[in-house]
């Protein structure tokens, strides 16, 4: 009902009008509820250089991220692949050649409590490492320190198995702890990074620390097109010769 000094009084019949909900910022995919609302990223990038020796390199990536009131949810995969040769080589021999998938997973079961419970997947595959290939899986619980618009700022603790299968072929219960951090800086930038320490439950010297930094900036002028350059490495203090204890993998991509 509403009342109007020169029109008097209107009574509009409920339900006489629909009211459409809008569509969320990401449809599902193929037209289904599954991924509603998601972020999703395909990155593609391509390098090379000529001197002294020639390399020339590629990488690819996607990335998913969803959340609600109940979970928060973020699908990583990247490859890494390169070539090179010197002035005493006539072909290029590979030099990169690696890769992984990472699925995490927050239960956020506590309503309004900064506290969470967390699970994470992962595999790793690396030509030119002592394992080859591996496949870890932990979980524990978290603590949100930072969670606004503009910071979230995770801390993590728990425990998993890791199975490395190559030169080296072994299972083992690892002690996790580690951090993410993300960073909307402004319209159309974001940075994010994450580190995290395992140890091996038997030799608690025997560990590894897995970093990961990413800087995103949008194109303005092309909906849906970024710039991103990222860092990924990996330090594990006991490896089998001549595997170099520290190997990082950069990128920069659209």
């Given at each position: 009902?509403?009342?109007?000094?020169?029109?008097?009084?209107?009574?509009?019949?409920?339900?006489?009008?629909?009211?459409?909900?809008?569509?969320?910022?990401?449809?599902?995919?193929?037209?289904?509820?599954?991924?509603?609302?998601?972020?999703?990223?395909?990155?593609?990038?391509?390098?090379?250089?000529?001197?002294?020796?020639?390399?020339?390199?590629?990488?690819?990536?996607?990335?998913?991220?969803?959340?609600?009131d109940t979970?928060?949810?973020?699908?990583?995969?990247?490859?890494?692949f390169a070539?090179?040769?010197?002035?005493?080589?006539?072909?290029?021999?590979?030099?990169?050649?690696?890769?992984?998938?990472?699925?995490?997973?927050?239960?956020?079961?506590?309503?309004?409590?900064?506290?969470?419970?967390?699970?994470?997947?992962?595999?790793?595959?690396?030509?030119?490492?002592?394992?080859?290939?591996?496949?870890?899986?932990?979980?524990?619980?978290?603590?949100?320190?930072?969670?606004?618009?503009?910071?979230?700022?995770?801390?993590?603790?728990?425990?998993?198995?890791?199975?490395?299968?190559?030169?080296?072929?072994?299972?083992?219960?690892?002690?996790?702890?580690?951090?993410?951090?993300?960073?909307?800086?402004?319209?159309?930038?974001?940075?994010?990074?994450?580190?995290?320490?395992?140890?091996?439950?038997?030799?608690?010297?025997?560990y590894r620390?897995?970093?990961?930094?990413?800087?995103?900036?949008?194109?303005?002028?092309?909906?849906?097109?970024?710039?991103?350059?990222?860092?990924?490495?990996?330090?594990?203090?006991?490896?089998?010769?001549?595997?170099?204890?520290?190997?990082?993998?950069?990128?920069?991509?659209?």
């Open positions: 009902v509403v009342e109007h000094a020169d029109f008097g009084r209107m009574e509009i019949p409920a339900g006489a009008y629909e009211i459409e909900q809008p569509e969320p910022i990401n449809p599902g995919l193929f037209g289904t509820r599954f991924m509603r609302g998601w972020e999703r990223s395909i990155e593609f990038g391509f390098n090379g250089s000529s001197g002294n020796s020639d390399r020339i390199g590629m990488n690819a990536g996607l990335r998913l991220f969803g959340e609600d979970y928060r949810a973020r699908f990583r995969g990247q490859y890494f070539k090179q040769r010197d002035v005493t080589q006539t072909e290029k021999a590979k030099t990169t050649n690696n890769g992984f998938v990472d699925y995490r997973h927050d239960f956020l079961i506590f309503g309004e409590s900064p506290v969470y419970l967390w699970g994470n997947v992962r595999y790793d595959y690396d030509e030119f490492q002592d394992f080859q290939n591996r496949f870890t899986g932990q979980a524990g619980a978290g603590y949100e320190i930072f969670n606004n618009d503009t910071i979230v700022w995770l801390w993590n603790l728990g425990a998993g198995v890791n199975y490395q299968g190559g030169q080296v072929d072994d299972v083992i219960g690892e002690f996790v702890t580690g951090m993410d951090f993300a960073w909307n800086i402004m319209e159309g930038q974001a940075l994010k990074a994450d580190t995290y320490y395992y140890a091996d439950f038997q030799r608690w010297s025997d620390i897995l970093s990961n930094l990413y800087y995103e900036i949008s194109l303005g002028w092309v909906t849906g097109l970024a710039l991103n350059a990222g860092l990924k490495n990996e330090y594990r203090n006991e490896v089998l010769p001549p595997v170099p204890p520290n190997v990082r993998n950069e990128n920069n991509n659209l």
